[in-house]
């Protein structure tokens, strides 16, 4: 595969349940990003990492909780999450930090909270 | 705040036609990159075209070119000769150096007739 994946494509959950997505990028970057994307709304960054190091974290609520095992893995660990959480979560990825490196975008996870 | 504008939710061109997509940005900064990205239908955001500040000239990516107006802080693209394949959510961005994150706009939803 190359690129940026995701998994699952689409989750649907309750508001007590945990789940786990899944961003897995082939292209040899180094920095990795968290996005979501709702509707009528700009594209919202939730995390960035760079070398498994988490760099930023745009005041996200904590029942949001990501984890970068190594440069071309990250996962968004959710738990009793909200309706309001419903959204398209988008993976990025870039070659490095740098401003001037473009994003790679996955293809995102719909997820519904129930 | 750093903000960008795109006034126009959703636009319609005939295929073959000419269509541009308004964008207007806002930052305090001189040094930064500007981006469209199209997100088609269910599927991935991919990066269309990116201007860099401090070059005058304008991007050109085969059919798709814009129309830099730094003063201004605008950031247009046109896309001629538009195919049914250009059908797709246009987000506008920038990206400063000092900054981790991409600014986006709220998107502008093209509508390809045949």
């Known amino acids: 595969e190359t690129g940026v994946t995701q998994t699952p494509r689409h989750l649907v959950m309750g508001m007590t349940n945990k789940k786990s997505l899944k961003c897995e990028q082939h292209?040899?970057?180094?920095?990795m990003y968290w996005y979501k994307q709702s509707a009528k709304k700009p594209l919202e960054l939730m995390f960035v990492?760079?070398?498994?190091?988490?760099?930023e974290n745009n005041s996200v609520p904590s029942r949001f909780s990501p984890e970068c095992p190594n440069s071309s893995h990250l996962f968004l660990h959710l738990h009793t999450l909200q309706p309001e959480d419903s959204a398209l979560y988008l993976c990025?990825?870039?070659?490095?930090?740098?401003?001037?490196?473009?994003?790679?975008f996955g293809p995102g996870t719909r997820l519904t909270v129930l | 705040a750093q903000t960008v504008t795109q006034s126009q939710p959703e636009m319609s061109v005939q295929e073959a036609e000419t269509v541009t997509l308004s964008c207007t940005y806002d930052t305090s900064e001189s040094d930064y990159y500007l981006f469209w990205y199209k997100q088609p239908p269910s599927r991935q955001m991919i990066l269309v075209i990116r201007?860099?500040?401090?070059?005058?000239q304008n991007a050109t990516e085969n059919r798709f070119s814009v129309n830099f107006q730094k003063a201004a802080k605008s950031f247009s693209l046109k896309i001629s000769d538009s195919q049914l394949g250009d059908a797709a959510m246009y987000f506008c961005a920038y990206r400063t150096n000092r900054d981790d994150k991409i600014i986006f706009g709220k998107g502008t939803r093209l509508h390809i007739l045949p």
């Open positions: 990025a990825s870039s070659q490095d930090l740098d401003y001037t490196d473009t994003q790679y």
């Open positions: 292209l040899g970057h180094n920095a």
């Open positions: 201007q860099e500040a401090y070059k005058q």
């Open positions: 990492y760079n070398f498994k190091e988490q760099t």
